[in-house]
Each structure stands twice: as structure tokens, then as C-alpha cells.
DNA sequence: ATACCGACCTGTCAGC
DNA sequence: TGCTGACAGGTCGGTA
């Protein structure tokens, strides 16, 4: 489901619903598959906890979680009361504000009661999602694509022999870009997923560098792409989806020259580009 | 290093 | 109506 300009949305909308709230009990379900730390592990992290701040990295959502504050001055309480949960929605996962008494849906795996009486619950159904505790300073390699210098940026692909576009989708190279934005840089840039980051020019890359972030900003400003299931933690989907001009058009017309879209496999995934205005 | 493939899961949709 | 196969926003590990 998700990718930067997604997951972004969705931490927004967390950010203004969950933020200054403390999570005061947690269920887990019994499926392993979504969790990356134990499942006492994640429950004791979170069970008494304020929601500091809540933002992203890549496609990570974080969690800053603090103890509550005291009255007593505990010189451990700061270092050991500061933790981090994150969560990768994988395909299909999504996070959901709502009240104990809406429905629980199916394929819920987690839900955390919150002070002000809400519901914070993670939803997957295909369980590619990740849930996972860390001390402090999460960091899952690879620079932000809204960040990155377009020096920088060339460096990260510089003589690679892999395609673009698998390059692109690296995320310890660049974090956050997935499939659909790949695919729509890439037509911006009018280069193939196909060629060789090494022979890609200088200039090539510089348009590369732009398009990316031009794609990825007009994006979150869009609230993300909507293709099959995809809701932001309000529920509402996102209009980007509108926007694309390769992703899921295959052998309809170019939106700039007429000819039909192609789609190809590439790296086990759908590649979707125009042959006339991508060399 | 790199590239391809299957695996991990469930759901949906097109075609027969 | 129901079966089958292809496909889906992501990542990982194995193998050549």
C-alpha cells in the first residue's frame, strides 16, 4: 500500500490525533507474522506511555513514546522511560483512530487503548507489515528523498550496473520511494526502468533528481495515491491516484504523446512506461 | 556486487 | 455460481 507520500499523510493525521495522548493498555493478537519484536516486548513499551511525537523515516512510521512525567526525580527515568515503536505497513497495513466501539475489523492485530478514550489499532491483512520496539535513534539507512542534494543524489546511483528503477526502489539508498512513484519519476525524467543507472547522464539524473521530489511532493499534497485500499489514519483516501500517468496505465494513450503505455516485469515487479517519451 | 526468483500472506477481479 | 490464475502499494533470503 503505502509509500512516502502515504505514509506521510498517515503520520500527519497521527500526529494531530494521537500526539499528547498516553496509551494506557495494549492487545496483541496472536498471528507472529506482523511482529518483529516479542509481543510482551511491544505490549510493556507501549502500556504507560505518553505519544511524544509521532513521524517518519522512509516508509517507517515512528513513535517516540516518554514514561509520564513525575513528581519525583529519577536520574534513570529519562534515559529508561524514552523508547521508539515502529511500524511498517508493508502492503496492506493501516493504522485506525477510532472509538472502542467501532467494529474491530478483521485482520486487526493490534490495538492500544488511549487516555482520552480512542482507539489506536493496527489493521493487515496480508501481514507484511512490521511492528517493532527500539531504544532511540531508529534509523533505517538509506537518505530521504525530499532531502538529498542532487550532488548526493547522483552520488547514491553513480556507476551502478542496475537498472534504474531497482536502484530507485533500494531502500538503503534512497528511502521511501516505491513503485508507483518509481515508475512516475521515471516517466518525468523520460528515462526507461529498464537502463542501467551507469548509463544514465549526468543530466538525466539531475531531471531524475527533480522529478522525484516534484512526484513525491505533488503527492503528499494529494494525500497520497488510493489504488486499491489505501486510507490515511482519518479514513480518507488520497487523489493521486488521479495523477498518474504510467502506474496502472498499461496500453492506455501517453498523456503526452498518444502512444500506448507498456508494462514490463522487472525485478518481480509491474513497470509501467511510455517508449516514446522514455529513452 | 548484482539479478532473478520464490517466499511471506490474504483478497479481489477477470475469464472461463 | 464457482473455480483458477494473475495480480497487488514491500522486503528478505537464497542462488547463480
Not at 208 to 219: I, T
Request: charged share 30%.
Amino acid at each position: 500500500m503505502p509509500e512516502l507520500p502515504e505514509v506521510e499523510t498517515i503520520v500527519r493525521g497521527l500526529e494531530r490525533r494521537v500526539a499528547g495522548d498516553t496509551i494506557e493498555s495494549v492487545w496483541i493478537g496472536s498471528r507472529k507474522q506482523p511482529l518483529k519484536s516479542p509481543a510482551a516486548t511491544i505490549a510493556a513499551t507501549l502500556e504507560g506511555k505518553r505519544v511524544a511525537r509521532v513521524h517518519r523515516a522512509g516508509k517507517h512510521i515512528v513513535f517516540d513514546l516518554q514514561a509520564p512525567t513525575t513528581n519525583s526525580r529519577k536520574p534513570a527515568a529519562s534515559k529508561n522511560g524514552s523508547a521508539q515503536w515502529i511500524v511498517h505497513l508493508g502492503m496492506t497495513g493501516r493504522m485506525v483512530v477510532c472509538e472502542p466501539a467501532a467494529e474491530i475489523e478483521k485482520h486487526t492485530h493490534l490495538i492500544a487503548k488511549l487516555a482520552s478514550g480512542r482507539e489506536l489499532r493496527f489493521v493487515d491483512p496480508r501481514m507484511f507489515g512490521k511492528l517493532s520496539i527500539h531504544r532511540e535513534g531508529f534509523d533505517p539507512g538509506g537518505v530521504e528523498p525530499l532531502e538529498v542534494s542532487e550532488e548526493n543524489f547522483v552520488q547514491l546511483f553513480r556507476g551502478r550496473k542496475t537498472p534504474i528503477k531497482s536502484a530507485l526502489l533500494n531502500q538503503k539508498l534512497l528511502r521511501g520511494v516505491g513503485n508507483i512513484y518509481a515508475d512516475e519519476s521515471l516517466f518525468r525524467a523520460g528515462i526507461r526502468p529498464r537502463r542501467r543507472a551507469a548509463a544514465v547522464t549526468r543530466q538525466e539524473f539531475s531531471k531524475l533528481h527533480r522529478s522525484v521530489r516534484e512526484v513525491l511532493r505533488e503527492a503528499i499534497a494529494l494525500g497520497g495515491s488510493s489504488v486499491s485500499d489505501y486510507v490515511d489514519a482519518d479514513g480518507e483516501e488520497g487523489f493521486f491516484q488521479l495523477e498518474h500517468r504510467v502506474y496502472g496505465r498499461e496500453g492506455e494513450p501517453c498523456r503526452v504523446c498518444g502512444t500506448a503505455i507498456r508494462r514490463v516485469v522487472l525485478a518481480g515487479r509491474s513497470s509501467h512506461y511510455c517508449p516514446q517519451c522514455q529513452k
